[in-house]
């Protein structure tokens, strides 16, 4: 099995909700069927974020639009991961449609209390914290929560679109009135929960950036001028380097710079330029360079989870070079010259260093080559499973014998990528170590588009 199957297969240890008999990774199971019971809702099923047992939409969401991203892009080289792929897609987008749907002029945004759960080391399986349900309202907007959910719904509803019809339209549906709830009443979902998003998953760029990135992606599955009309009115202008599930302006120009370069619209030559600004801040030989690597050839942004970084930003370098691959076109930074072949190739230098070929000859995603981490932040793996410790083990129980071990973990969350080394190439395999050694679903649903752009690389 090579690295785009596993990178696929990790998000059924994220699963929550009943899960199916025939899963592959059999030490996980049902849990959080009760979730949106407080809320007198079915809110049951989508996926825990990282290592914790939280459901938090907008990381969540991302992590759904980056998939349907990788696979309507790439999905050709996909081969038979295509279904499992959408079945990925399918376990969020199911989940965030009940999000969107349960309660009219509500946007349920996520389940469970952060602040408790962090306080246990449990299995989801045994959960016994509050389940507390989060959502926003005219009242307490959340423009980018519901930007990015809106994102999500739209960019599924092109993956399912021949596949599915009938689920394609309920999200595209789901979707045009999740965002038109994003515009109408205008705030960041960070005001309004407070320490119930932050600073686990504050919306520390604003929610500009998600209503540009929604309107791409609604006008991508409508082409409906008023998204575009929308788009050129929002003045969204901030230059960045960065791309995650926090920052989209990035992932928004490079999706609208497709109808330039692989359509030929001049309307969209503003956003091809801003792309390429992009691009010139994170190449190495770049002039305008603000991106740092490490001695390795990692690209090293910032110290907590940096690998989340690199997936994202290493997707828009793919799917960027593929725009110009097929429009034959290259583009200069200063002095340099930059062609399809410069930003394939950096990608494959990024995905190559994730899985082994680095100074630590570690791989960074989990159950790939015979190196890799052994000891990663993640409850449902460090645990032993219900099968082999069918009592439960209450909150804070699970600390002492499976968190604060050097023991290695006894269930192997196949695929999952972690935080990765630090800015000296170095990895400790810490449980304890977070920021390095905990997995997230962003990590990985940003990956799974460039491994298979770049498909028949990577045999295990």
């Not at 929960?193 to 760029?205: D, I, N, Q």
């Amino acid at each position: 099995m090579d690295a785009l199957s596993k990178s696929i297969l990790f998000f059924q240890g994220q699963r929550s909700g009943k899960v199916p008999n025939a899963q592959s990774l059999s030490w996980r199971s049902n849990s959080g069927l009760l979730d949106g019971s407080q809320a007198e809702v079915d809110l049951t099923g989508g996926y825990y974020d990282a290592g914790d047992n939280v459901k938090f939409n907008f990381p969540m969401a991302y992590t759904t639009t980056m998939l349907s991203w990788g696979t309507l892009e790439h999905g050709k080289k996909m081969g038979p991961e295509l279904a499992n792929a959408r079945a990925a897609i399918k376990w969020a987008t199911d989940y965030l449609l009940k999000c969107a749907r349960a309660t009219p002029g509500k946007l349920y945004v996520g389940v469970g209390d952060p602040n408790v759960d962090h306080k246990c080391w449990e299995r989801p399986e045994d959960m016994d914290t509050v389940r507390t349900v989060y959502s926003v309202s005219a009242s307490n907007p959340g423009s980018d929560v519901a930007g990015e959910t809106a994102a999500a719904l739209a960019s599924a509803s092109l993956v399912f679109r021949k596949v599915d019809p009938t689920y394609s339209k309920l999200l595209l549906r789901t979707s045009k009135s999740v965002f038109q709830f994003a515009t109408q009443y205008r705030g960041s979902y960070s005001d309004s929960l407070g320490s119930a998003v932050c600073p686990f998953y504050c919306s520390y760029s604003g929610y500009k950036d998600e209503l540009l990135w929604g309107a791409a992606w609604l006008y991508r599955a409508t082409n409906d001028v008023s998204y575009l009309s929308f788009i050129n009115s929002l003045g969204a202008n901030d230059d960045t380097d960065i791309f995650s599930w926090d920052n989209k302006y990035a992932g928004a120009r490079v999706l609208l710079s497709r109808r330039m370069l692989v359509g030929n619209d001049k309307a969209f030559d503003s956003f091809r330029q801003e792309a390429e600004n992009f691009m010139c801040r994170i190449l190495p030989n770049s002039p305008s360079s603000s991106t740092q690597y490490t001695k390795g050839g990692l690209m090293y942004k910032l110290s907590a989870s940096n690998l989340q970084y690199v997936t994202s930003i290493t997707f828009l370098l793919s799917t960027y070079g593929k725009y110009m691959a097929s429009a034959k076109h290259t583009f200069n930074c200063g002095d340099l010259v930059v062609t399809s072949n410069t930003l394939r190739s950096l990608a494959k230098k990024q995905v190559d260093y994730i899985l082994g070929v680095n100074p630590m000859q570690m791989s960074y995603m989990v159950g790939y080559g015979t190196n890799y981490p052994r000891r990663i932040h993640h409850r449902g793996s460090s645990l032993p499973s219900v099968t082999s410790h069918p009592q439960s083990i209450r909150c804070e129980d699970g600390f002492q014998p499976f968190y604060y071990t050097s023991n290695t973990n006894p269930n192997i969350l196949t695929g999952a990528i972690v935080g990765g080394p630090n800015q000296n190439d170095f990895f400790p395999d810490d449980r304890t170590d977070y920021s390095h050694s905990e997995p997230a679903t962003y990590i990985n649903g940003a990956i799974v588009g460039s491994l298979a752009y770049l498909a028949g690389s990577y045999k295990s």
